[in-house]
């Protein structure tokens, strides 16, 4: 059973920047689409970026340009580098992953990153 942990999380002042990571256990990183979602007090969870095993990416309107995905199949390890950020980027971001066919998909525990000054 794949296991995410997160971290990285923390508060930053508008205009700041955070790198967040997620290190998977398992064996079938190589094949897993990875995911970073996040949720907002009050709204639902949202993608915020993904990146396939073929590292193709895929991103929020509201992050494109500010965010960057990528990963490290050396180290089972999904990045989640954001910059630029803003008051309204303050939420709980989780990590995703899924096989093929979106099977066996798991989440992390999440990880709180505040924007405020």
């Known amino acids: 059973q794949v296991q995410l942990v997160e971290s990285g999380g923390g508060l930053v002042q508008p205009g700041g920047s955070l790198r967040l990571s997620c290190a998977a256990s398992?064996?079938?990183?190589?094949?897993?689409?990875m995911g970073w979602y996040r949720q907002a007090p009050g709204k639902e969870r949202e993608l915020v970026a993904l990146?396939?095993?073929?590292?193709?990416?895929n991103y929020a309107d509201s992050v494109k340009g500010r965010f960057t995905i990528s990963r490290d199949n050396a180290k089972n390890t999904v990045y989640l580098e954001m910059n630029s950020l803003k008051p309204e980027d303050t939420a709980v971001y989780y990590c995703?992953?899924?096989?093929?066919?979106?099977?066996?998909?798991?989440w992390g525990q999440g990880t709180l990153v505040t924007v405020s000054s």
């Open positions: 990146i396939t095993s073929g590292g193709s990416t």
């Open positions: 995703n992953s899924y096989l093929p066919g979106r099977l066996l998909e798991v």
């Open positions: 398992g064996s079938s990183f190589r094949v897993q689409t």
